[in-house]
């Protein structure tokens, strides 16, 4: 995603929520560009440990909540910056760019999008389904294959059919067709 921005270098993408603490140790980051939903320990938890342990570590916080509750967390918290996992790449470069000179990122829209937070809630309670597989079922829904899905989220295409199988499994539905059909039907 950010590949393209000569002036961001990417050091380290990490996707189990341990392994976070030891490569920020490793690499000395700027800036962690950090997703709220993690696996095992969320981003909130990540935040405050970092924050703890290096007071002056820029975060920028990736979420696909909108609800002012969690933004209002994590600014308590001391992050640098909220952004939408909707929010194009050059919003994304714009906040870096942001948070790396000092300044902070929160500018998300919330007023009149309430429904859209409890739809997802229900989805994650109802259905138990994750955040990333929601993000997967979304991207289904706007007509991406799984290799599309892969290169979207930063993810292998081996996640991606793990995640297909395991939406299947938690819903009771066989292949790809029904899987579009769900995610139009319940407009995810």
């Given at each position: 995603?950010?590949?393209?921005?000569?002036?961001?270098?990417?050091?380290e993408?990490?996707?189990?929520?341990?392994d976070?603490?030891?490569?920020v140790?490793?690499h000395?980051?700027?800036?962690?560009?950090?997703?709220f939903n993690?696996?095992?320990?969320?981003?909130?938890?990540?935040?405050?440990?970092?924050?703890?342990?290096?007071?002056?570590?820029?975060?920028l916080?990736?979420?696909m909540?909108?609800?002012l509750?969690?933004?209002?967390?994590?600014?308590?918290?001391?992050?640098?910056?909220?952004?939408?996992?909707?929010?194009?790449?050059?919003?994304?470069?714009?906040?870096?760019?942001?948070?790396h000179?000092?300044?902070?990122?929160?500018?998300?829209?919330?007023?009149?999008?309430?429904?859209?937070?409890?739809?997802e809630?229900?989805?994650l309670?109802?259905?138990?389904?994750?955040?990333?597989?929601?993000?997967?079922?979304?991207?289904?829904?706007?007509g991406?294959?799984?290799q599309?899905?892969?290169?979207?989220l930063?993810?292998s295409?081996?996640?991606?059919g793990?995640?297909?199988?395991?939406?299947?499994t938690?819903?009771?539905?066989?292949?790809?067709?029904?899987?579009?059909?769900?995610?139009?039907?319940?407009?995810?």
């Amino acid at each position: 995603m950010l590949s393209g921005f000569p002036r961001i270098s990417v050091v380290e993408q990490v996707y189990h929520s341990p392994d976070v603490f030891t490569k920020v140790q490793l690499h000395n980051p700027d800036i962690i560009l950090l997703d709220f939903n993690m696996p095992r320990i969320n981003g909130m938890e990540i935040a405050a440990r970092l924050l703890a342990v290096y007071p002056k570590i820029k975060i920028l916080v990736l979420s696909m909540y909108k609800e002012l509750r969690h933004i209002d967390e994590f600014k308590k918290l001391g992050v640098n910056g909220y952004l939408l996992k909707t929010a194009m790449v050059t919003e994304v470069v714009k906040a870096i760019e942001a948070v790396h000179e000092g300044l902070s990122w929160f500018e998300i829209k919330t007023s009149g999008e309430a429904n859209n937070n409890h739809s997802e809630d229900y989805f994650l309670k109802t259905f138990r389904l994750t955040a990333r597989e929601i993000d997967v079922l979304r991207l289904i829904r706007e007509g991406f294959d799984s290799q599309q899905i892969s290169d979207k989220l930063y993810i292998s295409f081996t996640t991606v059919g793990t995640h297909r199988k395991n939406i299947c499994t938690k819903l009771n539905l066989n292949g790809k067709n029904e899987l579009l059909r769900f995610a139009i039907e319940n407009d995810i």
